[in-house]
């Protein structure tokens, strides 16, 4: 027994050497999202397209980054604690994490440890306020949510919409209450709102029961992609056939294993950034993300990846370098160093040309696409 | 009143999906005195079974319901190998702790075998949605089929357990171990039996509840689980009635909780029901009292 344990022993030291040296020449980048568990598919498209930004920059001979990440499931406890190892691994700065709930926990700790965060995903308006450090990549959920409303008015895809919403999650929440406040304003009429409570449900017969009851022509889902896909099947069932339209949450829904996708024709989506845009910088990375890791690169993977260019042109601008970065607590340095440019930066990403105010939030226009056929295409 | 009949039928359809696992639930306990918690998680092995015999391997659906029946019986027997039967005289809170770590295991082996994202359970039924009232309500094939299953698995297993001798030796089994085993009955063999009995149901429930609710991922099994076990309790654990009963009257009082008090609390009623039936009667609506003869 004794010897495994210094076999053990020997190897926990030899991987710290190592994650030692990789820190000598190169600004480590922790990431921590949901890996495994029902939102995997966020977490695994986020770690994808960093690694891809990563190489990219990496290749350009500069400025060098590395990636570390840890696996979170989107819980706030768990997303503490890869924090944690994430700064003994090393890491300087996070790209991190992916889901709110999470997000909001960490930040706090990383707020008070003075560690840097640009996170790609997470929308809700709680990890960014009242933290100087905390940054994001995608829209807030309010600037969702008053997104959608202002999209189906303006595009007159409904007059009375129905909502239903994950009333046990800050995401969903969040969006459906800014929806709701825009929709008044707008004088869309919101004829049925109901909700479910865990991403467990099942059962959504009754809500579409409600909403089909009501006259509903449209049903905004302000929430994730499995639900959603419960909602579409049951709703075919129920031969109720209104327009579908979701938000960053219910992107990923195509890439379902055994999906039928004729469930979500026609489906929108509101979403800053779309697989099929033709210009050279989307193209290819849709191009690297299906040759490294297969399948369509989904709007999380966008997101990291243009965080991960906003962190490599904050840290040139700043001048953040591996030495500062690798120092004893480093991070608390870069992190003053990044505050001040970030509200500087204009950043030309996949997701659309981003700039920020400096309690975070990012400004970029926020277009839909409807699925056809399969795929998403951008609406005119 | 079509949308409180609407509702009514929407309930009946869940119900008998839950009604199918408390079976398997009820029946495990009826006779091992064990709460198996990893049953929930066999029902989705089963259904991961199923999926990749239609999706991979080409097999036709029924066929891909025997498989997993196959596949989920040995499954079961092995857990109760190497899992339950060195505990068979541990405490009691040994075994449940067991189980509990069984259902981890289970869903992580999953994750690990299948990946953690969702998958779109293709429907094995093909009965056509039955439409009443013009079109107003609607009760779908898996429902159909669901109750259908339901009634022929109960009459099956009280079949079994009433008239065949290893029914019997199941009964004894359940009564009193010590005493069934001086009258030359085989204890071991006798549970392993019910194991693999309760997850060849398992897989069954496993792939009605993914026709019905196509969404199939390593937890699926968790929630239903849980809520099978409040309805095996509330009807009387280790009564095979007792569980179809306690199934279905929960699945309805979770949909019409939901559509005529608030969605936000279907989950609360269902809990809540478990509390008062227990206050009231603790054995559960057809639960026996058993008296300790001393």
Known sequence: MKKFFAAVLAMVMAVSMFSAALAEDAIIIGISGPLTGPYAMYGQGVVNGAQIAIDEINALGGLQFALVYEDDEGDPEKAVNA????????????????????????????????????????????????????????????????????????????????????????????????????????????????TFSSDDNADFTVQLGDAKAAGAELVFLPIYYTPASMVLQQAKSMNYAPTFFGVDGMDGILDIEGFDTTLAEGVYLLTAYSADAEDEKTQNFVAKYQQNYGGVPIQFAADAYDAIYALYEACKVAGVTPEIANADEGFAEVCEMLIPVMPTLTIEGITGTMSWIATGEVTKTPTAVVIQNGVYTGVK | MISFLSHLVNGISLGSVYAIIALGYSMVYG??????????????????????????????????????????????????????????????????????????????????????????????????????FEGQLLISGETILTVLANIVIMIALTLFTGKTKMGRAMRAVSEDKGAAELMGINVNGTISLTFAIGSALAAVAGVLLCSAYPALMPTTGSMPGIKAFTAAVFGGIGSIPGALIGGLLLGIIEILGKAYVSTELGDAFVFAVLIVVLLVKPTGLLGKKVHEKV
């Open chain 1, 83 to 194: 924090y944690n190892n994430m700064l003994d691994k090393g890491a300087a700065m996070m790209a991190s994490t992916v889901t709110s709930g999470a997000c909001a926990a960490v930040a706090a700790k990383a707020y008070e440890d003075r560690v840097f965060m640009l996170t790609p995903s997470a929308s809700s308006p709680t990890v960014t306020e009242g933290r100087d450090n905390v940054f994001q990549i995608c829209f807030t959920d309010p600037g969702q949510g008053a997104a959608s409303a202002q999209y189906i008015v303006d595009h007159k895809l409904a007059t009375k919409v129905a909502v239903i919403y994950n009333n046990g999650q800050d995401y969903s929440t969040g969006i459906y209450q800014t929806f709701d406040a825009k929709a008044k304003e707008l004088g869309l009429e919101i004829v049925s709102v109901t």
């Open chain 2, 31 to 132: 006779i091992a005195k064990m709460l198996n918690f990893a049953h929930g998680d066999v029902i989705m092995v089963g259904a991961y079974i199923s999926f990749c015999a239609t999706q991979y391997w080409g097999m036709s659906p029924l066929m891909s319901v025997l498989v997993a029946m196959l596949v989920c019986t040995v499954l079961g027997v092995i857990i109760e190998r190497l899992a339950y039967k060195p505990l068979r005289q541990a405490s009691s809170l040994a075994v449940l702790i067991t189980a509990i770590g069984m259902s981890y295991f289970l869903q992580n082996s999953a994750q690990l075998i299948w990946g953690a994202n969702t998958k779109s359970f293709p429907s094995v039924v093909e009965i056509p949605t039955l439409s009443l």
